[in-house]
């Protein structure tokens, strides 16, 4: 797989921060050697909420705004509204990250289920809609795209990442190695016998673009389903709506 020679050194720096370019080409890899696999899609497109929509199981690396990699995947999944979150830090589950998600699932439901699983702490975290899982905590805050590769290396496998002890020491030689070879095989590491605990949040999707509410962005209410739209999503909001919550507003489904 070709590299600029700056990604070769960002690689081979112990406290280098992988970007987007290694990143892609390592999902490259794995769609090369995996060709029915759906997902793995450019990374950039998850920050401008551009993805495609995959088939029913799909892998994908995801960017968060917080210079964070995490991997997300619905394969072996068995509820069609449910994905998994693999998080080597769990730094925050951002704004970004959950449209992106969103977007990916593109649901009709109207919560997200999230699963936060630390197979390390122990300590699982169950949201609505997705799993969110919380593995072989990372030391340091370089490596997160390391992880996030071996995560999707891993599914790709067969392996579950739940019970992957991955080698940090030997995480960055071997991927080095894997570009230079031209294909992705499973990182160093041991199986971890650790149970994981489950704890419980809920993620409301609201509006025709099925998305979580966003902070800068307002959102009107339907008079008669009860439902929230953004603002930006609509196209029958009248000034009058916007600036008075006594005035009645359908929703094009209620028309």
Known sequence: ???????????????????????????????????????????AL????????????FLQILHSPINHWVTVSTIDVQNPNTIKLFDSKFAAVTTSLKTQ???LLCTNNETIQVNVVDSHSQVKYKFCYSSFNILCTQMGSCDCGLFAIAYAVAVAFGKDPEVCIFNQEMM???????????????????ASNSATNTLGESIDVHCYCRMPEFKDIPMIECTNCLKWFHYVCCENVSEECMDSSDIEWFCCNCL
């Open 1 to 43: 797989m070709n590299l600029y020679d700056s990604d070769r050194e960002i690689l081979l720096n112990p406290t280098g921060w992988l970007n987007d370019t290694i990143m892609n080409a390592a999902q490259e890899m794995l769609k090369k050697q995996f060709p029915n696999l759906s997902g793995l899609q450019d990374v």
């Open 46 to 57: 998850g920050l401008v909420v551009n993805f495609r929509i995959p088939g029913r199981e």
């Open 101 to 103: 998600i969103a977007a």
């Open 172 to 190: 960055r030689k071997h991927l080095f190695h894997c570009f230079t070879e031209g294909i992705l095989t499973p990182f160093p590491g041991r």
